[in-house]
């Protein structure tokens, strides 16, 4: 695809927010909500960037708020910087290796502005490189739902427990009622006391607060079976980061942006290997070969199977602290989706096997899920002859 070597045009890039290392993160909120990320400098040179995404998670699960003394630098995150040399192809392997929402931009020694990933997905589009696929190629399944009696806390356990920024709330017959997303949470948790006069009670507490009241409904939905270029147009047009899928109505899975880079970082020239590893930094880097071959023998394994043939199979690698790993994987397969896993550990050998053990545990209980619902399917048909 030799439009992939094209340089980055200049109008892809955008203005930007920018802010001191020392800046109160109170100070920053409103932008950061406004524009999605804002440049952090340090010394008036580049430091990283903060954007809503990081800031939602830690109000989402962390204090009521944020200390007006935090500064905003501490939630900084240093991302590659772009510049007129960045070929689209490398801007789209870029933004699926650092899960980025937006990436710097450099002219000279200066950062002007930044690239915003809705700019990556209309690359990938114009370039129709999801031509062939289906929703149901990259939707990310089995859904994580909670019912709509739940609490606010609840749903966010659920999304601590699995690693994920939004959950799926239906009603009591299994129908699809609303999203809850980190956003949504820390919206309801931050808002000032005077448009929230409980927050002065004592009683004011997430368990208190329920799943129905913060919800957003109606949700946006696509049919499994669509077009995966009308996935991405549906999220640009609406400009929002998620849809729910559906199948006969019913809630299937969700297909985000980051399935679409991820989609398209697949099918560049990168990526061939069929493994994607990415969040590397100088303590785990020397583990790239050893990430590689272990999920290479795992996709030959799944390939084993009757109809599981492995399109490709992403994992990010998280390192907190000195010795506290956090790995996931998301493996599309041809036929069925995507299976996403999840591992945690002080070790970063052994939480790969938890990794792997629960990659090849998933696929199989989605083989068995397919088989019994196609002997369902016979005798139904069956019965009716």
Request: aromatic letters at 8%; charged letters at 30%; hydrophobic letters at 40%.
């Amino acid at each position: 695809m030799p439009a992939l070597f094209e340089a980055l045009p200049k109008e892809f890039v955008s203005d930007a927010q920018f802010y001191e290392y020392k800046t109160p993160v109170t100070e920053t909120m409103d932008k950061v909500r406004k524009l999605g990320v804002v440049v952090v400098l340090r010394d008036r040179e580049y430091f990283g960037l903060v954007d809503d995404r990081s800031l939602f998670r830690e109000q989402a699960i962390g204090p009521l708020k944020f200390s007006k003394s935090l500064p905003v630098g501490k939630f900084a995150r240093k991302l590659p910087v772009l510049d007129s040399s960045t070929s689209l192809g490398m801007l789209i392997n870029y933004f699926h290796d650092f899960s980025a929402k937006a990436l710097p931009y450099q002219e000279g020694s200066r950062i002007t502005g930044v690239v915003r990933r809705d700019v990556v997905v209309s690359t990938i589009l114009s370039l129709h490189m999801l031509a062939k696929a289906k929703v149901a190629d990259m939707m990310s399944s089995p859904i994580i739902s909670i019912p709509q009696d739940s609490s606010m806390a609840q749903a966010r356990n659920a999304m601590e427990k699995n690693k994920i920024a939004r959950v799926v709330v239906l009603d009591a017959k299994g129908r699809l009622s609303g999203v809850i997303s980190q956003r949504d949470i820390a919206d309801r948790l931050t808002k000032p006391e005077e448009r929230l006069p409980e927050r002065k009670s004592y009683a004011f507490s997430p368990s208190n607060i329920s799943a129905a009241s913060i919800m957003r409904a109606p949700v946006y939905t696509i049919d499994a079976d669509r077009r995966a270029e009308d996935a991405a147009k549906m999220l640009l047009e609406n400009r929002i980061s998620a849809l729910v899928v559906t199948k006969n109505s019913v809630p299937v899975g969700v297909v985000s942006i980051r399935d679409i880079i991820e989609s398209a970082a697949a099918a560049t020239a990168k990526t061939q290997s069929r493994v994607m590893v990415s969040g590397l930094d100088e303590y785990t880097g020397d583990y790239e070969q050893a990430i590689r071959d272990s999920m290479n023998r795992l996709v030959s394994k799944i390939d084993r199977f009757g109809h599981n043939e492995v399109d490709y199979v992403s994992v990010n690698v998280k390192r907190h602290r000195e010795r506290n790993y956090e790995l996931h994987a998301r493996l599309a397969l041809r036929k069925r989706g995507v299976v996403f896993a999840h591992a945690n550990g002080y070790n970063l050998e052994s939480t790969l096997d938890a990794l792997l053990d629960s990659i090849y545990k998933r696929v199989r209980t989605r083989k068995e899920s397919f088989l019994s619902n196609r002997r369902l399917a016979e005798r139904h048909y069956e019965e009716r002859e």
